[in-house]
């Protein structure tokens, strides 16, 4: 079975700077998903970022980016730049390739301070 | 991707009552999932919602308590029955779509959710 650790119950970042959210994961799997969604105040779970673990590069959308560290299996998440709007619940998720159900992290709150 | 919508977006029903939450996508998505999610909390999936036939539950979840349909390829429902205070929680619909050469286009996308208060 697989599993998603993240470790950071709670982040805080200065508006304009960067902060890193922490993930790692284990499976037996060799094909995967990872994902970083987001969850604002509004409930509304949005996509943030997506990799795939054939893939050496790391995802880059806009200011977030991954570190993806397969050996390690550890998948964090920089968000540069940081803005209020960035202030959510982000969760770090697992899917096996050829499987359809995700496995959640407990979940970052981030805090983003004016 | 895809939007889903759900109604209602909130309640507040009586202890003994059952609720019924709809979930919308504007698209067909291979499959629906219902989640379930206190607040501050991540999220426990409840079934993956079969078109046709009878929803997969999972572990710690039953028919009888969460009956769920789905009629389509873009609709399902999420029945809450006898409604104690421990269902108070957030119920989240998804759609998940697939395709592509080895399946490089996947991705499940979430709906605004429906925060239940059982009094």
């Known amino acids: 079975a697989q599993t998603v650790t993240q470790s950071q119950p709670e982040m805080s970042v200065q508006e304009a700077e960067t902060v890193t959210l922490s993930c790692t994961y284990d499976?037996?799997?060799?094909?995967?998903?990872l994902f970083w969604y987001k969850q604002p105040p509004s409930r509304q779970m949005i996509l943030v970022i997506r990799q795939e673990a054939y893939k050496q590069q790391n995802a880059t959308e806009n200011r977030f980016s991954v570190n993806f560290q397969k050996a390690a299996k550890s998948f964090s998440l920089k968000i540069s730049d940081s803005q209020l709007g960035d202030a959510a619940m982000y969760f770090c998720?697992?899917?096996?390739?050829?499987?359809?159900?995700?496995?959640f992290g407990a979940g970052t709150i981030l805090r983003v301070k004016s | 991707s895809a939007v889903i919508s759900q109604k209602p977006s909130r309640d507040i029903c009586q202890r003994g009552t059952s609720l019924t939450i709809q979930c919308q996508v504007d698209?067909?998505?291979?499959?629906m999932f219902w989640y379930r999610q206190q607040p501050g909390q991540s999220l426990t999936l409840i079934a993956t919602?079969?078109?046709?036939?009878?929803?997969?539950?999972e572990s710690g979840f039953v028919i009888d308590k969460f009956p769920i349909s789905r009629p389509n390829l873009t609709f399902s429902t999420l029945t809450v029955s006898n409604m104690s205070p421990e269902d108070s929680s957030i119920y989240l619909c998804?759609?998940?779509?697939?395709?592509?050469?080895?399946?490089?286009?996947?991705?499940?996308?979430f709906g605004p959710g429906t925060r239940l208060t059982v009094l």
């Open positions: 499976t037996s799997e060799s094909d995967y998903y």
């Open positions: 998804s759609g998940h779509r697939t395709g592509g050469v080895r399946r490089s286009y996947n991705e499940q996308f």
């Open positions: 919602a079969n078109q046709g036939s009878e929803a997969t539950y």
């Open positions: 698209s067909q998505v291979t499959m």
């Open positions: 998720a697992f899917k096996p390739r050829y499987g359809n159900k995700l496995v």
